[in-house]
Structures are given as C-alpha cells and as structure tokens.
Nanobody
C-alpha cells in the first residue's frame, strides 16, 4: 500500500521560510518523479515543483522560481520542499504526488492529504 504523508506546514510572516516534508511508505522515492502541488481557496490546483527520476533535474513554477527548492533524501525515503522568502500569495494547501510504478515518467497517481501553509504580512 502506497502512502504519502506531508508535514511541516505552518503560519509564518512574509519573508519567512519553511521546509515541507513528504514521507513515503510502500513506495521508493529514489529514482522516481516526485511533485509538489498547491491549491488556494477558490483557485485551481497548480504545480509548484518537480524533481525528475534521472539526473536530479528539477522544474519550478515561475511564481516560485528562485525561492523554492525540491530535493529528496533516499535514506529517509522523503521528498522535501524548501520554501524561502515566502509571500502571502504562497498561502495554500500543499500536496505531494508520485507516479504509479506501472508508468514511465511523471504522472500523478498517488497523493498525500496536504499540509497548510499560511503567510501573513
């Protein structure tokens, strides 16, 4: 059984930093595409960051580029999202996602329950 569990969300002031964690069970994050998404009230879910299976390549949404960093710790079977210089516009529920082992590439088959990030001015 695959489970993804996000943690680390909190309330911070503008300019603050947070590190979100996505701990996986029944799944190996190493060598797999992993993604972070977010959804604010009244808005559509959007992709925030992706770390690809090969070569450590990453993707970031324009809105977070230069401020956020996605990484993985294979020993802990965990994916992280380091968020710096946080802005009120970053306020959202953050989710991690992963593809099924049956597919090649990035496809979002497994989802965590989310962790709330709130940034106040």
């Amino acid at each position: 059984q695959v489970q993804l569990m996000e943690s680390g969300g909190s309330s911070v002031h503008t300019g603050g930093s947070l590190r979100l964690s996505c701990a996986a069970s029944g799944y190996t994050v190493n060598g797999r595409c992993m993604g972070w998404f977010r959804q604010a009230p009244g808005k559509e879910r959007e992709i925030v960051a992706i770390i690809y299976a090969t070569g450590g390549l990453t993707y970031y949404a324009d809105s977070v580029k230069g401020r956020f960093a996605i990484s993985r710790d294979s020993a802990k079977n965990t994916v992280y999202l380091q968020m710096n210089s946080l802005e009120p516009e970053d306020t959202a529920m953050y989710y991690c996602a992963a593809p099924s082992n049956l597919v090649v590439g990035c496809r979002w088959d497994y989802w965590g329950q989310g962790t709330q990030v709130t940034v106040s001015s």
